[in-house]
């Protein structure tokens, strides 16, 4: 298979490092983002200790700058980016009715804008290379909303018009463009909700279990393989049937 430069974003997160490393085992040569170096340094470690090396670039993807510098730095040192996964993101729940403007744009920022902030400076590449492919890891809650995340299923909703539009405009360009939204998967982001609301978040999923990272990066190699090249414009439902229907 043709190994190609991809850049998962939040690459050291829960699911990010499963994506990473599964990427890596399809021969990729992957890159991730940090912004704290301490961390980034213990993550890396990790890695080469299971046999992995993920290059880490600093880069907060919420902000245009950080997010053009990021490119611009992994593409300096690896090449081109061919795969573009974007799965940073963030929580900050409360109701709305006590959202602060803080909570709104930080997720806003995180979540939603740091897609175009990364996207846009692979996109031409993309096109004029005749191949690409962009992933958002959404969420199961930018379907069906969530009590306390308004902030949180806009900006994994606008990630669904933004896929099909991109997906649109690529689609002669040989770039496709999708969305993968899991449903609630054993990492940090989910073992933070207090422990009675996990239970009963569990007892509503058909599996009974949570999600697994590595189920969400299956997905992920799956839509990146050269063989998906019709697949565009897709939402992929990951979630144990928590989820089911349109
Ligand atoms: P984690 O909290 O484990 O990881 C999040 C990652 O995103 C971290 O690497 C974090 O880096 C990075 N990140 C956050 N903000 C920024 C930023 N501004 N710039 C660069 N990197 C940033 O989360 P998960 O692995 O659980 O989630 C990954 C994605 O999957 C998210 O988009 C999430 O919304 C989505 N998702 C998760 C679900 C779940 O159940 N876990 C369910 C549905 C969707 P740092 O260490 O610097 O904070």
Redesign the pocket.
Known sequence: MTSRVALV??????????ICQRLADQGHRVA?????AE??QQ?QQKMQAKGYDIALFE?????PA??RR?IDSVEAALGPVEILI??????RDTTFHRMSAEQWHDVI???LN?VFNVTRPVIEGMRKRGWGRVIQ??????LKGQYGQAN?AA??AGMHGFTISLARENAGFGITVNT???????????M?VPEEVRAKIIADIPTGR??K?EE?AYAVAFLVAEEAAWITGSNLDI?GGHHMGW
């Open positions: 974003t939040g690459g050291t997160g829960g699911i990010g490092s499963a991730s983002n940090f912004r704290n961390k980034a993550w880069g907060d993807v919420a902000d950080s997010g990021l974007n799965n940073a993101g963030i929580t920022n995180t979540n740091s890891i959404s969420s199961i809650n930018g949180y900006a994994k993968i939204s899991p449903g609630y998967v054993a990492t940090d982001m989910v933070a949570l999600g990272p969400i979630n």
